[in-house]
């Protein structure tokens, strides 16, 4: 059987990397260009350090050796593209690499330090400090030949700068799961909800990748196929993973984990970057059962970094994902009520979650009955860790183009309900009611991702790198 596919082997970003310089001052200033190449090594050193595959064509210094670098580029299909502006260069030089690549390029101009020792240096060490004074050159000729331009300014060991050259990196790995991505689609469109409906030639159309639709059936094969110590090991993970209720039936776990072991060998079979998931199901037949023992799995595989979600919700999964790639996770989540007392919005949802954003070791509850869905079993239960949140949905207008929805809030203590949904209750810092009325008006659909932390930064570098539109909600 095809091995399960975990985080460590799972789709990195190729991040293209080149430094430069003027050749012309080489032979003026014989100590300029190692020094240069000493902080191209630093920069390489530093690149590395990221969840990232660095692809380092090294130091030019001419355009003949930037058209030889942007070839390079060409052939390694990068993610994104940095150049590393060392000292000036001329924009010759760089805007082959931004026209031929097919990827976003971001310049970086980091100095050796803080500010130049202006008592001791001469034109050679000012050199190695005048990384900025070509950024509006690349600037004006990447605006004349159409190219995006973006940068980061700062020195070597800025942090704010490496936070920043982050950001990219990381929207770069959204860019990249999402246009290499396989998004599974398995079962049917939860009857009479027209806003989860996705033709499913939008996805390619708007984000790229690929959607494999998917039979129950072909869950159902491999279910049959897993083997008793598939299941022992399958529970073993789930009693460490979760607190178990008393209302947990023995039999319903076991059906769970059974369920779990089989969906790890469909998106291994599959190589599914994400699984959007319904099946109704009538009197207790196989498929019902498949689909009410689907909650423990989904959860499992989220945390693994591979979003399952409920409700046929394509766009929810794709939303989980990104949110994921942030490194922020992303719960499947809807409204679920306001509280006007405590000035806060509810929202959660029954079935799978993001174990890894929970607050408190996730409970697993049994439930006789899904609300509004056929079906029984074991349900996950916990909030959202306490602190900043942010909001991602995948809206659709009605010209099928896909937009970016988001807004930030905080996750606060207080009551929750006890009933197997993932709960949390969010303040954003305005009356619950006109926030939720311009949420809805945003046209972000009936579900989405909540993830950790104050995102949108990364979300505009994300919606710049994928050109998607993004809307900010804030009541």
Request: net charge negative; charged share 25%; with cysteine.
């Amino acid at each position: 059987m095809t091995a399960v596919r975990t985080p460590a082997v799972a789709r990195k970003p190729r991040i293209g990397l080149v430094a430069g310089g003027l050749g012309a001052y080489w032979p003026q200033f014989p100590e300029l260009l190692p020094q240069l190449q000493r902080s191209a090594t630093r920069v390489t050193e530093r690149m590395q350090e990221f969840d990232a595959e660095v692809i380092d064509v090294g130091f030019i210094s001419d355009a003949q050796e930037g058209a030889a670098a942007a070839e390079k580029l060409r052939a390694a299909d990068c993610d994104l593209i940095v150049g590393f502006l060392t000292t000036y260069m001329t924009a010759t030089m760089l805007v082959p690499i931004a026209q031929r690549s097919g990827a976003p390029v971001l310049l970086i101009n980091l100095q050796p330090t803080e500010s130049m020792d202006h008592a001791s240096f001469d034109t050679g060490a000012w050199l190695a400090y005048c990384g900025a004074c070509p950024l509006p050159e690349m600037a004006n000729a990447f605006e004349r030949v159409g190219v995006p331009f973006r940068s980061v300014s700062g020195h070597l060991e800025d942090e704010r700068a490496w936070q920043r050259i982050g950001r990219w990196i990381r929207a770069a790995g959204v860019r990249s799961v999402l246009s290499h991505g396989r998004h599974g689609l398995m079962g049917h469109l939860y009857p009479g909800m027209y806003d989860v409906s996705t033709d499913l030639t939008m996805v390619p159309g708007n984000t790229g990748g690929h959607v494999e639709v998917l039979e129950f059936d072909d869950l159902r094969v491999r279910v049959e196929q897993v083997g008793d110590d598939q299941v022992a090991a399958k529970l073993v993970e789930t009693r460490k993973t979760f607190e178990l209720a008393d209302s947990v039936v023995e039999d319903d776990l076991v059906w769970a984990a059974r369920v779990s072991a089989g969906l790890d060998q469909l998106v291994a079979d599959f190589d599914l970057d994400s699984l959007a998931y319904y099946h109704r199901g009538l009197d207790g037949e196989i498929h019902e059962r498949l689909g009410a023992g689907m909650i423990l799995g989904s959860s499992l595989l989220t945390a693994r970094g591979i979003p399952a979600c409920g409700e046929y919700e394509l766009r929810t999964s794709l939303a989980m994902l990104i949110a994921d790639r942030l490194g922020a996770g992303g719960s499947f989540t809807e409204l679920q009520a306001l509280d006007f007392r405590d000035g806060v919005v509810e929202m959660g949802h029954d079935g799978p979650g993001h174990l890894a954003i929970s607050e408190r070791k996730p409970l697993l509850r049994g439930l006789g009955v899904y609300h509004g869905k056929r079906g029984w079993g074991v349900s996950v239960e916990f909030d959202v860790k306490h602190g900043p949140v942010t909001l991602i949905g995948l809206g659709q207008a009605r010209d099928g183009r896909y937009k970016l929805i988001a807004s930030e809030g905080e996750v606060v203590g207080g009551p929750l309900l006890e009933i197997g949904n993932t709960t949390s209750r969010v303040d954003f810092g305005v009356d619950p009611g006109e926030w939720t009325d311009a949420w809805s008006a945003s046209g972000v659909g009936h579900h989405w991702a909540l993830a950790t932390g104050r995102l949108l930064p990364e979300l505009r570098a994300v919606a710049e790198l994928t050109d998607l539109e993004l809307v900010e909600v804030t009541g």
